[in-house]
């Protein structure tokens, strides 16, 4: 059965999980899923560096100021090239749409979006996020602050997610031992192989994601992107993602893509 609500919190700084979220995202949306991207790594404000144009109300505004203004109201749609060179676009089905809720605030606002009330709040929209979505994605920094907390409590589901090195492979154990301590698991373990080195132990890792070029979304431009992505959308969301592949190459679709 797929879930609604998955929190992907990063194991360390700079393991990738904005660009993780987003790709996912893509590839739900790709399946005909209705996709929210909620960002509670407030310190970063990685996802609004993604999305154009003016962003007001942010994620914070909504957890702050107390008023009753809808999720909508913060929300911007991301809108990816709809060029997918692996897959065979007509064999997919319509796709959905992917809408973000992005943090972009002065310090005063963050540090007040951080206060336990602020994230008793939070919760309350990712509640409010999965009665209108299919899926629910919260961006998630390494748990240190509240915002975190709330998102991995509030998900149905947790996915760490690592770097495909050593480093990644100890953040993990230290993450599930904060999990824990919060009282809740680490439900899957996404790897990112950015240096192509497969340096992450297969066995401690639910799908491996490798390097994806170019700005994000591009996980959906080769097979392995393909294949990596229907894995993780399976192990964090129980969704299943059956992909048609395009029957004229890979390796020509791509160029193609590249050159137009």
Do not use: W
């Not at 992107?225 to 004229?248: I, K, M, N, Q, S």
């Amino acid at each position: 059965m797929a879930l609604s609500t998955a929190a992907l919190v990063g194991a360390t700084g700079g393991a990738g999980t904005t660009r993780t979220c987003l790709e996912l995202a893509n590839a739900l949306a790709a399946g005909g899923d209705d996709v929210a991207v909620l960002d509670t790594a407030y310190d970063t404000q990685g996802l609004a560096r993604h999305l154009p144009g003016r962003i007001d109300p942010d994620a914070t505004t909504l957890v702050t100021d107390g008023s009753d203004r809808p999720l909508s109201a913060g929300t911007i749609e991301y809108d990816p090239d709809p060029d997918r060179a692996a897959l065979d676009a007509e064999a997919l089905p319509e796709p959905g749409r992917i809408v973000c809720l992005p943090a972009r605030a002065p310090f005063e606002r963050l540090a007040r979006a951080k206060a336990p009330e602020a994230a008793q709040e939070l919760e309350q929209r990712i509640t409010a996020a999965a009665t209108a979505f299919d899926r629910v994605l919260i961006d998630t920094p390494p748990l240190g602050s509240n915002p975190a907390v709330a998102a991995v409590t509030a998900a149905e589901r947790v996915a760490v997610v690592a770097p495909a090195t050593e480093r990644g492979v100890d953040a993990v154990q230290t993450i599930r031992g904060r999990l824990q301590d919060v009282g809740t698991n680490a439900d899957a373990v996404l790897a990112t192989d950015r240096a192509g080195t497969g340096a992450f132990p297969e066995a401690d890792a639910d799908a491996i994601l490798p390097q994806f070029d170019g700005e994000a979304p591009a996980g959906l431009e080769t097979e392995a992107g393909v294949d990596a992505l229907a894995a993780a959308a399976d192990v964090v969301l129980g969704r299943e993602l059956d992909f048609p592949l395009a029957e004229d190459g890979l390796v020509a679709a791509v160029e193609s893509l590249r050159e137009n």
